[in-house]
C-alpha cells in the first residue's frame, strides 16, 4: 500500500515558478515509476510528465517540455515536479500517482494523491 500526499501549489502571475512535491509512505516507492497529471476546469485529467524508479529517465507532455522537471528521492520517499514559465493554461489540479509498468497510462496507476491546485494569473 502506497499512501501519496501532494503539496506546493498556489497562486502564481505568470511567468513564476513553483515546486510541487509528493510525498509517499511506504516502502514499496522505490519500485514504482512516479507520474504527474493534471486536470483543468472543465477538461479530462492528462498526463504531465513521469520518472523511472531509479530516476534516471523522465518523460514530459509536449506541452511542458522544457518548461518543467520532475525528479525523486527515493531515500526521502518524495518526488518533485518543478514547474517554471508557468502560465495561465497551466492552471489546474495536479495530481501524482504510482505507476507498476512505467506506461503513465492514467488507467494502469496504482495509487493516486488528492491533488493540489495550481493557479497561475495572467
Known amino acids: 500500500q502506497v499512501q501519496l500526499v501532494e503539496s506546493g501549489g498556489g497562486l502564481v502571475q505568470a511567468g513564476g515558478s513553483l515546486r510541487l512535491s509528493c510525498a509517499a509512505s511506504?516502502?514499496?516507492?522505490?519500485?514504482?515509476?512516479m507520474g504527474w497529471f493534471r486536470q483543468a476546469p472543465g477538461k479530462e485529467r492528462e498526463f504531465v510528465a513521469g520518472?523511472?524508479?531509479?530516476?534516471?529517465?523522465?518523460y514530459y507532455a509536449n506541452s511542458v517540455k522544457g518548461r518543467f522537471t520532475i525528479s525523486r528521492d527515493n531515500a526521502e520517499n518524495t518526488v518533485y515536479l518543478q514547474m517554471s514559465s508557468l502560465k495561465p493554461e497551466d492552471t489546474a489540479v495536479y495530481y501524482c500517482?504510482?505507476?507498476?509498468?512505467?506506461?503513465?497510462?492514467?488507467?494502469?496507476?496504482?495509487?493516486w494523491g488528492k491533488g493540489t491546485l495550481v493557479t497561475v494569473s495572467s
Open positions: 511506504g516502502r514499496t516507492f522505490s519500485s514504482y515509476c
Open positions: 520518472i523511472s524508479w531509479s530516476g534516471s529517465t523522465t
Open positions: 500517482a504510482a505507476d507498476p509498468s512505467g506506461s503513465f497510462h492514467q488507467h494502469a496507476m496504482d495509487y
